[in-house]
């Protein structure tokens, strides 16, 4: 609780906010915060081309239910060289260009502070876009407070927001030095679509060079996993395997450790 005040009381000194809404738990936790402790805030989402099937959908559900304003900027991440030919940059490429918009849309609707959902358990070594926001003054209350992803989900739970399996960008299932192509991101999110009507949890296809992936799943549904691998070949993957260990951190290369 003590850390909870101590959230409420960084956010007030923050307002006006942006809430940089992704549509996933710890974004969206921000944004119900803010309305329950009557904080003039915003939220601003970014279309990508990159972003998990859902997300935006949820940042909108979020935002109208709440009574809060929601702006989506349209980028295409597939403009930026470094993305598009997946450099070892690429993450902090996309979440720079991303942030960037962000903050000049929150300066044109009068806010003060971009605050985004990083959390006391986020690690900059698997999450190199974080330095983006440290460059570009966005504020981290979670991670200033000590909150990490439990508490966050407690505060969900309170706040009656969904709890959403991790997310990150489609591109992040691609290994670096591969090209990132709307082809390749189609299938991905076709096949991850197909997978979480049947699975619970989080799932990720990552790619594993040429026409190939690599299933990461719960253990505990590696048997139902094994039914639905011809219905996942049917959407244009040659070859589909399941990773034995489940879902592991670390991008389109996790595979390979």
Not at 15 to 29: K, R, Y
Not at 78 to 94: F, G, K, Q, T
Request: one cysteine or more; hydrophobic letters at 40%; a positive charge.
């Amino acid at each position: 609780m003590v850390r909870v005040r101590g959230l409420d009381a960084l956010l007030k000194s923050y307002e006006p906010i942006a809430v940089a809404l992704s549509g996933g738990t710890d974004s969206s936790v921000l944004l119900a915060l803010a309305r329950r402790h009557g904080i003039r805030a915003i939220g601003i989402s970014v279309d990508t081309g990159l972003t998990p099937p859902g997300e935006l959908a949820a940042a909108r559900a979020l935002s109208e239910r709440l009574g809060i304003q929601q702006i989506v900027i349209p980028l295409d991440m597939l403009e930026l060289s470094a993305v598009r030919e997946n450099r070892p940059d690429r993450c902090y490429a996309c979440k720079r260009a991303m942030m960037e918009a962000v903050v000049a849309e929150a300066r044109r609707q009068g806010c003060r502070t971009v605050v985004d959902g990083t959390h006391a358990d986020d690690r900059a070594a698997i999450r190199p876009g974080m330095r983006a926001l440290s460059e570009l003054g966005i504020r981290s209350p979670f991670a200033e407070c000590g909150m990490g992803k439990a508490d966050i989900e407690t505060l969900a739970r309170e706040l009656g927001v969904p709890v959403r399996p991790p997310s990150a960008c489609l591109a992040t299932r691609i290994p670096t030095g591969e090209a990132v192509t709307r082809e390749c991101l189609a299938l991905v999110a076709a096949a991850e679509a197909l997978l979480a009507r049947e699975i619970p949890g989080t799932i990720r296809v990552r790619c594993t060079g040429g026409n190939r992936a690599s299933i990461e799943a719960d253990p505990a549904y590696h048997r139902r996993l094994e039914e639905l691998l011809g219905a996942v070949k049917e959407l244009g993957f040659e070859n589909v395997t399941i990773a034995a260990g489940g879902y592991r951190e670390g991008g389109a290369d996790s595979w390979k450790r």
